[in-house]
Structure formats: structure tokens, C-alpha cells
């Protein structure tokens, strides 16, 4: 049974920082490709940013600079260190492994993000 699950999210203040994690048990992690989504309400769900198996990264527009990808195949785990937070980065955000046609999605952790 594939299982992705997201901690960290909260609430934090303009300019603050949070780190997002994602635990993966059921898969290869090593092999698939992993990325954070976010989506708030009345709105299609968004591409954060990916990490390949390889390590190769690809960022929103929106979060460069700002936020960082990163993995640990050891203990099968994904990261997103989110860095000068703004209101507009407040919404859920989802953990997703893909792999061909195959992907998986985490059950999401709300980041809000207000004075």
C-alpha cells in the first residue's frame, strides 16, 4: 500500500519560513520523480516544484528563489524549505510520486500564511 504523508504546515507570519516534509513508504522512492503541488479553494491545483531521481529541480515562477526541493533517498523522504513567505503562498499543499503513467498523492497540509 502506497502511502505519502505531508507535516509541517502551519501557520507563520509574512517573510517567516516553514519546512514542508513528505514521507513515502510503498515505492522504489529512489525511482520516482517527486514533487509539491499546492491549490486553494476554487482554484486548479498548482505546481510548486519537482525533483527528479536523478536530483534534477524545476520551480514555479512564483516560489524561485524562495523555496527550495530537496530528498532524501535514505530515509525515503522529500522536502520543501519555504523561505520569505507571502500571503499568496497560503493554501494546501500536496506531496505527489510519479513514475510513467503511474502517481500517487499525499492527503495535503495546510500552509497559511497572515499577520
Known amino acids: 500500500q502506497v502511502q505519502l504523508v505531508e507535516s509541517g504546515g502551519g501557520l507563520v507570519q509574512p517573510g517567516g519560513s516553514l519546512r514542508l516534509s513528505c514521507a513515502a513508504s510503498?515505492?522504489?522512492?529512489?525511482?520516482?520523480?517527486m514533487g509539491w503541488y499546492r491549490q486553494t479553494p476554487g482554484k486548479q491545483r498548482e505546481l510548486v516544484a519537482t525533483?527528479?531521481?536523478?536530483?534534477?529541480?524545476n520551480y514555479a515562477d512564483s516560489v524561485k528563489d524562495r523555496f527550495t526541493i530537496s530528498r532524501d533517498n535514505t530515509k525515503n523522504t522529500m522536502y520543501l524549505q519555504m523561505n520569505s513567505l507571502k500571503p499568496e503562498d497560503t493554501a494546501v499543499y500536496y506531496c505527489?510520486?510519479?513514475?510513467?503513467?503511474?502517481?500517487?498523492w499525499g492527503q495535503g497540509t495546510q500552509v497559511t500564511v497572515s499577520s
Open positions: 505527489s510520486a510519479k513514475l510513467g503513467a503511474r502517481g500517487y
Open positions: 510503498g515505492i522504489i522512492f529512489s525511482i520516482y520523480t
Open positions: 525533483i527528479g531521481s536523478g536530483g534534477s529541480k
